[in-house]
């Protein structure tokens, strides 16, 4: 069946992939990107796409009503997937009003051009960020779907809210929408200001590598392609008004990526350099993704020491 795809932030790390993976497998859908091409953009991820007649860039903000309204009237969408986002957390901390404007104000603009188009379904990119964190010694502790949302920084209240705006869209509106909540993801087209491409960038040029704190900080870690099915199976099979935690139970603590990185690349652990921590630094993302698993049969594919040797190369090979 034909099928007309809005992607949002797809020049950015996960929505590339995404639009890769979709135009691959369903070669009968069409997809339209849209993206301000902020910093974190970069068109080159799309090379593969590029030449695809399935495939639209359009260049613009999703914040940006009169932009929205105009590309929903020319394009009839059966599918918008809002990738787009400001997802630095750093970034959040230092300056916090882009990403009340894009995250909210974004997310607000596109459910309301969904509801006046009558798209068929609206999927909203979340993050576990949502839940801030777990303790770091009770390995028990998970969230899961129904656990409180309290986020630690600006950029996880503005994705906590704008999941909130979705499930009032749904509540309110009946707007058809699904939602998923997913861990760290690491992969190729990553932007080098966050964890995984940083440290391979600075290690292969024999920089310092900033480690924030005292490095025990645990995170989740899911290749990107892994929350590209993820997100698939949601909005092709998610139940409408459902939220979806997408994980990998692969918890791995700062310090252990980096020493996986500098082994793999043959480089000293000297190249590890503490800084002050982050304000507010969460301690211990781990979610429960049993849902997704039980109701839509989906599971993280990617073991994660295969990914990180294929992502180190995809590195070297384009730095
Ligand atoms: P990214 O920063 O790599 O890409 C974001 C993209 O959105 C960029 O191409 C940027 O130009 C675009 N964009 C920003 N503001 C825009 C606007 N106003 N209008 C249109 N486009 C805009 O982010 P990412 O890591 O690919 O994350 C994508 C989504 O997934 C985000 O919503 C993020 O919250 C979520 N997420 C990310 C992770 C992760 O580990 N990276 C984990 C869970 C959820």
């Known amino acids: 069946m034909k099928k007309n795809i809005?992607?949002?932030?797809?020049?950015?790390?996960?929505?590339?992939?995404?639009?890769?993976?979709i135009l691959?497998?369903?070669?009968?859908?069409?997809?339209?990107?849209?993206?301000?091409?902020?910093?974190?953009?970069?068109?080159?991820?799309?090379?593969?796409?590029?030449?695809?007649?399935n495939y639209k860039f359009i260049k613009g903000d999703i914040a940006d009503e009169n932009f929205i309204k105009d590309v929903f009237e020319k394009e009839k969408f059966d599918i918008v997937i809002n990738f787009a986002a400001e997802s630095h957390v750093d970034n959040s901390i230092s300056d916090p009003r882009i990403f009340m404007i894009t995250n909210i104000i974004g997310t607000q603009v596109l459910l309301?051009?969904?509801?006046?188009?009558k798209v068929g379904r609206f999927h909203q990119v979340s993050t576990d960020e949502v839940y801030g964190d777990l303790e770091l010694d009770n390995k028990e502790l998970l969230f899961n779907e129904n656990s409180n949302i309290n986020p630690s920084s600006p950029y996880s209240a503005s994705k906590a809210s704008a999941d909130l705006l979705v499930k009032s869209y749904y509540r309110t509106y009946n707007l058809p929408v699904t939602i998923s909540r997913c861990s760290n993801n690491y992969g190729p087209h990553q932007f080098k200001e966050k964890l995984i491409p940083l440290i391979i960038d600075k290690a292969i040029k024999n920089n310092k590598i900033p480690l924030y704190g005292n490095g025990?900080?645990?995170?989740?870690?899911?290749?990107?392609?892994?929350?590209?099915?993820?997100?698939?199976?949601?909005?092709?099979?998610?139940?409408?008004?459902?939220?979806?935690?997408?994980?990998?139970r692969n918890e791995i603590s700062n310090i252990d990526i980096v020493e996986i990185i500098l082994k793999e690349l043959n480089k000293p652990q000297a190249l590890i350099e503490y800084v002050k921590d982050r304000p507010g630094h969460d301690l211990r993302y781990a979610i429960d993704s049993?849902?997704?698993e039980k109701e839509l049969n989906w599971k993280s594919e990617y073991d994660f020491k295969t990914g990180i040797v294929e992502t180190i190369k995809w590195y070297l090979e384009n730095n």
Do not use: M
């Open 112 to 117: 309301d051009a969904c509801k006046k188009y």
């Open 290 to 292: 049993s849902k997704i």
């Open 24 to 53: 691959k497998k369903y070669q009968q859908y069409k997809v339209v990107n849209i993206d301000k091409l902020t910093y974190a953009a970069n068109l080159k991820n799309l090379d593969e796409a590029k030449a695809n007649p």
């Open 216 to 248: 025990l900080n645990v995170r989740d870690w899911i290749h990107v392609y892994d929350h590209c099915s993820a997100i698939d199976k949601i909005i092709h099979n998610g139940k409408i008004g459902e939220i979806y935690n997408v994980g990998a």
């Open 6 to 21: 809005l992607v949002t932030g797809g020049a950015g790390f996960i929505g590339s992939n995404f639009i890769i993976y």
